[in-house]
C-alpha cells in the first residue's frame, strides 16, 4: 500500500463495491472527508450506520497512508495497510446485506 | 513542540480562482496533534529532509513554491534544506503516471459504476505526468494546468472536456460542484485516445532527454 498507484487502486475497489448499489441521488466519488460528506447528505443516509462508519474510516485509513508525515515501515503503517484491506471486505459484506 | 509552516502551490503562484484552496504544509518534529490532516500536509523534519535528497518532485515544489507563514525560531528549514537532489527520475514518473491514466481509461470504457472517480484520477493523472515531465526537462510546472503549459508539447485539447476532468477532481477531493452527467463523461470517455496519444509522444521524448543528460 506504499504505492501511489496502490493507493488509487484500493480507493478504486471500494468505490466499485460501494457503487454497485444504485444510490438515489449520487454516486460516491470518492473517499475524502468532504466527498462522503456530499454523498451522506445527498441521499440521505444516516451517519450512525455500520456502511457509513466503515467508508469513514476506511477513507481515514487511505488518507493517513498517503501523508508522509509516517515512517512507511512504522508498525501503524503495516497496520493500517492491512486495515484498508480488512475494511473493503466487510464493506463488501454490508452492501450484499442491504441488497 | 516545535514545527514551521509554510504555504505552498497555487497561492504561492498567485494563481486564485474561486475554486481555489491553500495548500499548507506543517514540519514537524513527529506526530503533532495541533494540525488537522484535512488541512494541512503534515510531514516530519526528517522526511523532508529525505524526500530533498531523493531530489523528488514534491522537494522540488516546496522549494520553488513555498513561502514561510510561521517559525518558531525565525529559522526557514526549507531554505536552509538548501536546492534538493537532482531529479533524475522523469521517465520512471511519467511512466507511473501512464499507467494510472490507462486504468482509469480502461474503467471508463467498461462504464465503471464510479465514473467520477475514473475522471478524476485522469486529471489527477495527467497534472501529475505534465508536471514530472517539466520538471525532468527543466521547465518545471506545479500548476493545476500544467498539461496545457508545455508549450509546443502541451496536450491539446478541449477545454470543455478538461473542464469536465477539473469538475470531477473537486467533487472526488472537495465534494463541491455539479455532478457529472453521462453525456459529460462520455464526451472524455472519446478523448481519451488523445490523451493516451500525448502521453505515448512525451514518454519517448523525455526517456530520450534523459539519456542525454
Known sequence: MNDFNNRIDAQRNILRIVNKRHWRVEELSGLSNKAIDRWMLANQIDATTRLAELIRVAGRALFFLANKSQEQVTDEYKHRSQAVVALMYEIEIEIECSY | MMAHIYAFGSVCRGEVTPESDVDLLAVTQGIDQRFNSDLYSVYSY????????????????????????????????????GVPAAYTSAARDCQKFFALFAGSANALRARTNSPVFELSTIFLAVRNFATCYSLGTGLPDFSRHSALRLGANSLVFSSDVFGVLERARLLCTRGVGAMISQDETASVTLALGEIEGWMRTLLITVASHERFQ
Not at chain 2, 529532509?49 to 514561510?68: D, Q, T, V, Y
Request: no cysteine; net charge negative.
Open chain 2, 46 to 81: 526528517a522526511r523532508l529532509a529525505e524526500i530533498w535528497s531523493e531530489g523528488s518532485p514534491f522537494a522540488w515544489h516546496l522549494s520553488l513554491e513555498s513561502r514561510l507563514l510561521y517559525s518558531p525560531d525565525n529559522s526557514d528549514f526549507l531554505r536552509e534544506l
